[in-house]
């Protein structure tokens, strides 16, 4: 009997050649595949750290039971997808943008930057993480609509990256979707 396993299909993921988290506005036309070049609105959000990008999925049910207590329906009551990384390019104004919100920081860093932190709402965006798969594959995720929900401490150490950690909410657009996925293999 032959096997039905493919272990060409398993596959790791590395930094895009250009760029691995980018952000731009909200409403900024979306990619629709892996390979065409991003808008030039699409800002590169430059290194991760070495924990990689975790996307996560989390969804509630509520159990209908009869009178006996058996369960005879679920009813899912909430769904939420996140995107988790860590900027660790503690100098880009962009990263710092993505952490604290697009007109919280100004200037550039040779004529030296200012950033005011406040506990205001956080800029709704579009997000995008490219990856490069097993044997040169492109792979694009794009959330159409999403905000930083969660940050991390911040630690300043000689032997640590400043890195600027993360958490993107996605809201559903428009057809209902929190994230779209694209893969492209090399032309045989």
């Excluded at 096997?3 to 895009?16: I, L, R």
């Excluded at 070049?37 to 430059?46: E, S």
């Excluded at 769904?79 to 952490?99: Q, R």
């Excluded at 993480?129 to 097993?134: N, Q």
Aim: glycine share 10%; net charge negative.
């Amino acid at each position: 009997m032959a096997s039905t396993y493919a272990s060409g299909n398993v596959t790791t993921a590395k930094q895009g050649t250009t760029g691995t988290v980018w952000r731009a506005p909200k409403g900024t036309a979306l990619p629709t595949d892996a390979v065409t070049a991003l808008n030039a609105a699409f800002k590169n959000l430059g290194h991760i750290s070495e924990d990689g990008v975790t996307f996560s999925d989390s969804k509630e049910v509520e159990e209908i039971k009869n009178m006996d207590g058996v369960t005879v329906y679920t009813v899912q009551t909430s769904f939420t997808s996140t995107m988790n990384c860590s900027l660790i390019e503690g100098l880009n104004t962009e990263v710092l943008k993505a952490h604290y919100g697009e007109d919280a920081v100004t200037g550039t860093l040779s004529a030296g930057i200012e950033t005011v932190v406040s506990g205001g709402e956080p800029d709704e965006c579009v997000w995008v993480f490219e990856s490069i798969l097993r044997d040169g594959v492109l792979q694009r995720i794009v959330i159409p609509n999403g905000k930083v929900t969660e940050t991390g401490d911040i630690v300043y150490k000689n032997n640590e990256p400043l890195a600027h950690e993360l958490t993107i909410t996605a809201s559903a657009d428009d057809s209902g979707a929190v994230r779209y996925e694209y893969i492209k293999g090399k032309a045989a």
